[in-house]
């Protein structure tokens, strides 16, 4: 089983309309964040939370909205979906930094991504 | 504020080396990475680099760091069909951020 899922996979929805992205992990980390990729421009962050009750607002954030239910799950909300949010969206996890090295400062790990079209 | 830098583009033929470039701007950064994503999926770490290291191999692939220049490059030997991915590099920034580049993509030709 896939370490971080998101859903849905694929998703079209129209201008004006509210949509909810959700993201799992079961690698127990505490960090997780939100990307959204435009061809082009590489990843852009939009929102990351250090812990459950950490969340902090990336390059992107307006437009967006973020819960963060769990350790587990990290969920990211258009309010009010615009045709210019159309894009590539990814979830990510890491662990905190541990002095043995064994875990490397920043490595992320992502989810497959979740395709939207806003028409 | 931090930026990473990549060419957009490469193109090689089965058999040939590839070398990807970046620059960063971040002199603070701990580790450099490398992130490769094939078509419909997410990114995965491919390698990464320690900032106080030159460089570092692992099996086909180099790693060059030259931090006076800010300078970081990846390394494909003997480039192979599956190797055609987009190659994203990415520094760290405070508090367990990446910020990435805008990737490479690279197509290899048989």
């Known amino acids: 089983d896939a370490d971080v899922t998101q859903t849905p996979r694929n998703r079209i929805t129209k201008t004006g309309k509210r949509i909810m992205l959700e993201c799992s992990q079961t690698?127990?980390?505490?960090?997780m964040y939100w990307y959204r990729q435009d061809p082009g421009l590489g990843l852009q962050l939009i929102y990351y939370?250090?812990?459950?009750?950490?969340?902090n607002k990336g390059e992107i954030s307006d437009g967006y909205s973020v819960s963060r239910q769990a350790q587990a799950k990290f969920s990211l909300s258009l309010e009010s979906a615009i045709p210019n949010q159309t894009a590539l969206y990814f979830c990510?996890?890491?662990?905190?930094?541990?002095?043995?090295?064994?875990?490397?400062?920043?490595?992320?790990?992502f989810g497959p991504g979740t395709r939207l079209t806003v028409l | 504020g931090e930026d990473v830098e990549q060419s957009l583009f490469l193109s090689v033929r089965e058999g040939d080396s590839s070398v990807i470039n970046c620059t960063y701007t971040?002199?603070?950064?701990?580790?450099l990475y490398w992130y490769k994503q094939e078509p419909g999926a997410g990114l995965q770490l491919l390698t990464y680099i320690f900032s106080n290291m030159d460089m570092k191999q692992d099996q086909r692939l180099t790693v060059l760091l030259n931090k006076k220049d800010k300078h970081l490059s990846l390394r494909i030997a003997d480039t192979q069909t599956g190797d055609s991915a987009i190659y994203f590099c990415?520094?760290?920034?405070?508090?367990?951020?990446?910020?990435f580049g805008a990737g490479t993509i690279l197509r290899v030709k048989s």
């Open positions: 971040d002199s603070s950064s701990t580790y």
């Open positions: 990510a996890t890491s662990d905190l930094p541990r002095k043995t090295g064994t875990v490397r400062e920043g490595e992320q790990f």
């Open positions: 990415a520094e760290t920034v405070y508090g367990n951020k990446l910020v």
């Open positions: 939370s250090f812990d459950v009750k950490d969340i």
């Open positions: 690698k127990g980390h505490d960090r």
